[in-house]
């Protein structure tokens, strides 16, 4: 049974579902939001990585009608969760939005039109693109961008700092956050040169106007460092791992 086969046609099967990772508010421990992870259970392959069937669906073209459930279903909850106490205005779900999706010339409109669909606040959706998303068509990526931005959307920057691109697209795109990847944080209580990049990715993000999501957190050392150098934002194993949404809501009903 070939992977790429088997996923087409996975959604209407029921096979899909979205786990949130919270997201911490270093400055006062509270829940700010979530990033939302896909999820594929298969009745006879089991449980398939993001990572392994991501990349074959953007292959394949799958990408469009999987990357558009997603956004579906982000907005699903994010309107069953609008009226609980912990949801406040700056609450924000972000969802992965691979390179393909970005390029498409409708991209920010089909968005938008989904969003007023579901009657949900505009700044509790952001989006996470990776630097070769931006880079693959530059000039389509900053057109759908800029409306999303004006529409009040937020927009970070994933696995920042370890793609190919040049820095020049931090002073033309309207840009939110830049997420400190995983690889960054993983030997920081051991490297001098990882606690030094941390540091000056952290300090690049604020001087452009960007604030900073430190991800892949499994200790109290690299939060702790992470928190003194400045990141705003803290996600990972430490805090909780992805959650399915019921577990996540009680989360947050206990972390408010
Ligand atoms: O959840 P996990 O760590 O296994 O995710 C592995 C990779 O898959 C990560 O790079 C993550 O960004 C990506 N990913 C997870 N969910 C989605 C999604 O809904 N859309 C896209 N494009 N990528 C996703
Ligand atoms: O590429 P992206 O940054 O979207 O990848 C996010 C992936 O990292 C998700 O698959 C998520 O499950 C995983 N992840 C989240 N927090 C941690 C962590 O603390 N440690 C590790 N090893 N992986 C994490
Ligand atoms: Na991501
Ligand atoms: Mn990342």
Redesign the pocket.
Known sequence: LSVQRALRGAAERGELS??FQPKIGAHHGRVVGAE????WHHPQLGRV???LF?PLAEASGD?FA??SW?IEQALWHIAQWQDALWMTPEFNIA????AR?LNRRDFADTLLGQIQRHGVERAHLGL?VTESGLMNDLHNARQQLDRLHAAGIAIAV??FGTGHSSLAYLKTLPLSTLKIDRAFVMDLEHSAVDRQLAHTITQLAHGVGCNVVAEGIETSAQADYLHRIGCEIMQGYFYSY?LPAGDFAAFCTRHA
């Open positions: 979205l786990a939302a992870l896909l999820r990585s993001p990572g991501i990408i999987i990357g997603v969802v992965n939005v691979s999706q996470e994933d696995d992805p």
